[in-house]
């Protein structure tokens, strides 16, 4: 129970009020005393007989004018009404000790973090926001900080908050804890002013769970510190420019330009004048123009469907790849800059090169460091997490709750070919949330058409050997294709109208394993 007594402000009030409870044999469990003359009282629950007479022995006491049965001390309501108000903050916060441990976590800072509360009570920040090195903060100057960070894929701004406490006797205040607040960037529109075109942010956007996605990750950051060409290869919407740029923001010429092309876009002339320049009087006699090697001086010329590229200007681009050196359009002098490379395409520079429709010397200029983007049907478990990633995305800039979404729909999902890849998964759950009339996305709202019209059936199988092996490779090449699309033996088995047993049988005996 817990006691309200109004009382004046008289010395041995408090003691008077202790003995009485002590000599009913009544445990106090807390007191906390007003300044303006309210005392309160915290103890174990009594029989309402017992209750009666403790309440009449009170008044009893001089100087107290009433006492009342209260709900809550005001400590515990002043904590409870913050937690509350800390609970239902539309942004994850989190209470972190001097330790790097979090101590608190709201309602929304665990829907971002995909945890329970009690199991991320604990565990060091560092854990959930690897980019913010809390340690570094707390041993320098301890200042209110924000920065930049990414968390499954999305922006965010973190702002740190140290939080004092004053220590009376010495006059002073004393570093307790920090707040750590998660604002995100799609809500506030603070990306202008918080992640720069320098940031080093890049690689953190790429949301996979897949060995071939992490593997594809290990090695683009093994190459970014090169100045080498670049070649990035990959079907339309696996995110080809987006990995260009991830690169640019890794490497030392992230605060210096990165400047895009597109060879397939323009006329051959409008080509050559973007990527060049020209000279003063070339055109009209109008002043001259910098290209886009000369502006990017120092940094990063991406060069998008270099495939399309037009004979004329792989002869300039060759030259320019050699020692660094062009000429504007009508002019005769020499520039030199110094710019890396990195060009994409989605088809087969190789068979161009044999068919003769791009320059085998180019060719082998460009393909010193090759990124292959797997496709989006050869990695069908990291369909999942870009669903998530897509939905959160869109759920924030529309303004809605995020919408749930089954099992069953994201087994569906993954099973789908995605022709389109990562741009077409983007698209239909853009047009499935908009399209959204309850709290759950269904397969429906996604208006996907059927798998089986999608699956590729084109496989090549050697002729080499007896008709024992050349049947064994077909089969084993018909199951690993198959496999990465139904991720396990007891959805392919389904899918080819066998029982599980054989299926589990062939994939051990071929080696299958997801990728």
């Known amino acids: 129970m817990r006691l309200e007594v109004l009382c004046e402000d008289r010395v041995g009030l408090t003691r008077e009020l202790l003995e009485l409870l002590a000599s009913r044999n009544i445990d106090l469990r807390g007191i906390e005393i007003d300044v303006v003359g309210i005392i309160y009282l915290s103890c174990r629950e009594i029989e309402f007989e017992a209750f009666s007479e403790l309440m009449a022995q009170i008044r009893r006491i001089s100087g107290v004018t ?13 904590n409870t009404e913050l937690v509350s108000l800390l609970a239902n903050l539309p942004d994850p916060v989190l209470s972190v000790s001097l330790t790097g441990c979090i101590d608190m976590a709201n309602h929304a800072a665990c829907e971002l973090l995909g945890k329970e509360v009690e199991a991320i009570i604990g565990e ?17 100057e301890i200042n209110r900080k924000r920065e930049s960070t990414v968390i499954d894929g999305l922006d965010y701004v973190l702002e740190v908050t140290p939080v004092y406490i004053s220590e009376e006797t010495q006059n002073e205040s004393v570093l307790a804890s920090a707040v750590v607040t998660l604002k995100s960037l799609l809500q506030d529109q603070l990306k202008a002013n918080f992640l720069p ?5 890049g690689f953190e ?15 683009a950051k093994k190459l970014v510190m090169l100045d080498q060409p670049l070649l990035i290869e990959g079907e339309t919407g696996t995110g080809k420019e987006m990995l260009a740029r991830a690169c640019h923001a890794r490497s030392e010429r992230a605060t210096k330009p990165f400047l895009v092309l597109n060879c397939a876009s323009m006329p051959d002339d409008v080509a050559e004048t973007e990527l060049f320049g020209h000279a003063p009087g070339a055109f009209n006699q109008g002043t001259g123009h910098k290209g886009i090697f000369e502006q990017a001086d120092g940094g990063i010329v991406f060069l998008d469907e270099i495939g399309e590229m037009s004979s004329h200007l792989q002869i300039k681009l060759l030259r320019f790849l050699q020692d660094g050196t062009y000429r504007r359009v009508g002019e005769e002098d020499e520039i030199h800059v110094n710019v890396r490379i990195i060009a994409s395409t989605k088809q087969n520079l190789a068979t161009l090169t044999e068919q003769g429709k791009f320059r085998e010397d180019l060719y082998y200029r460009l393909n010193v460091l090759t990124l292959s983007i797997p496709s989006l049907r050869e990695r069908p478990s990291d369909v999942s997490p870009l ?3 897509f939905i959160n995305r869109y759920s924030l800039q529309l303004g809605i709750n995020k919408p749930d979404i089954s099992s069953e729909v994201i087994e569906e999902l ?4 995605w022709p389109g890849n990562i741009r077409e998964l983007d698209n239909t759950v853009l047009r499935a949330i908009t399209q959204l009339n309850s709290g759950s996305l269904s397969l429906d709202d996604f208006q996907l058409p059927k798998v089986e019209s999608t699956i590729p059936n084109h496989i090549g199988v050697s002729l080499d050997g007896s008709l024992d092996e050349i049947m064994k490779e077909y089969e084993s090449q ?11 033996s007891r959805k392919l088995a389904k899918r080819l109208g066998v029982s599980h047993t054989s299926i589990a049988n062939k994939l051990r005996e071929y080696g299958i394993k997801k990728l």
């Open 478 to 488: 018909i199951l690993d294709r198959l496999y990465q699309s139904f991720p396990s």
């Open 124 to 140: 060091q920040i560092s854990t959930y926001i690897p980019s913010f090195n809390f340690l570094d903060w707390i041993e320098g």
């Open 205 to 219: 956007h790429f949301v996979g769970i897949s060995n071939r996605h992490k593997l594809l990750m290990s090695h």
């Open 387 to 389: 669903l998530d990633l």
């Open 414 to 417: 993954s099973n789908y070919q």
């Open 197 to 201: 075109e320098s940031s080093a942010i």
């Open 66 to 78: 009433d006492v009342r049965k209260i709900r809550f001390m005001p400590s515990e309501r002043h």
